[in-house]
């Protein structure tokens, strides 16, 4: 049986939650499972004579939670409640807390099944969620800008016209730590404020760099994610979303932030006077 303070919260695609134990609900939780484990794929390989074998890669599978709970009372209109909830081919995200009030994580799952005993006083189920991304997510991001505001009121105080309270400086190099064990995917968003030719974004300890082979004009967004499973590239200009995956230059280069302290830079070659950037990152973890 799960620890009192622990916490599970189910959201639907409807925006619908549902909180696992509930103290307002005749359900009560046996288990949960899945969310502390890790499960991979490790490939090996072995030459003819060889003792033992050479690793060659490995991958992390998808994860299965389970949730066993017993139906107390009021079977009919709870069962109802829970196969309304859990609707197959309908994306959710589930949260865990360890302790209610705590640091919760986050990820995304497709209902595997839900099974319910058809009699007895006390009705166990089972709820088998797939989580395709293994991987749990913090609940808040993290964004960095490059650019400050920097306060221009000096003591003594002397006004002049026009007076500036502050002025933003732009900064083309950011460093963002990554505390996990996990590659961070990033959201990174340049703005133009007019026209700027091909922005890049370099990591400078690899020297990598992601760039797009476009020109942007006054008011143009890009947004690029580089998560796995989210690799895209949009342009909103004029108000109209595109997709512009096919202007990456090759070889396209998709940075993640490694463990540690990661340093870019933005850069443009043309117009980077007109151009600002920023990073979102999220926290990723291999367990709850």
């Known amino acids: 049986m799960p620890d009192d303070t622990q916490l599970v919260v189910c959201e639907n695609a409807r925006?619908?939650?549902?909180r696992?134990?509930?103290?307002?609900s005749p359900i009560s939780i046996i288990s949960f499972d899945g969310f502390g484990s890790m499960d991979f794929d490790v490939k090996t390989s072995q030459n003819s004579g060889q003792d033992g074998e050479n690793y060659n890669t490995s991958q992390a599978q998808k994860r299965n939670l389970t949730i066993t709970f017993d139906i107390q009372s009021d079977y009919q209109r709870q069962r109802d409640r829970l196969h309304s909830f859990f609707q197959p081919r309908s994306w959710g995200t589930v949260y865990y807390y360890e302790t209610e009030g705590g640091e919760g994580r986050k990820a995304r799952y497709q209902v595997e099944s839900l099974q319910i005993a058809d009699y007895g006083v006390s009705r166990t189920g089972t709820l088998s969620l797939i989580c395709p991304d293994p991987k749990f997510y913090a609940l808040t991001d993290s964004l960095t800008s490059f650019a400050e505001l920097q306060g221009g009121i000096t003591w003594p105080l002397e006004l002049t016209n026009p007076f500036e309270a502050s002025t933003v400086v732009k900064e083309l190099i950011k460093t963002i730590a990554n505390d996990s064990a996990v590659p961070m995917g990033l959201t990174i968003t340049f703005r133009a404020g007019g026209t700027v030719v091909n922005p890049s974004m370099m990591d400078v300890a690899t020297g990598k760099l992601l760039k797009v082979n476009t020109t942007m004009h006054a008011g143009d967004k890009?947004?690029?994610?580089?998560?796995?499973?989210?690799?895209?590239?949009?342009?909103?200009?004029?108000?109209?979303?595109?997709?512009?995956?096919?202007?990456?230059?090759?070889?396209p280069v998709w940075p993640q932030a490694q463990p540690g302290d990661n340093i870019y830079r933005y850069n443009a070659d043309d117009g980077i006077d007109a151009l600002s950037a920023s990073i979102k990152t999220t926290q990723v973890y291999w367990g709850a």
């Open 20 to 24: 696992l134990p509930d103290e307002n």
């Open 222 to 251: 890009i947004v690029i994610t580089t998560g796995d499973g989210n690799k895209h590239v949009r342009l909103t200009s004029s108000g109209a979303e595109t997709n512009i995956n096919n202007l990456m230059a090759y070889p």
């Open 15 to 18: 925006g619908e939650k549902i």
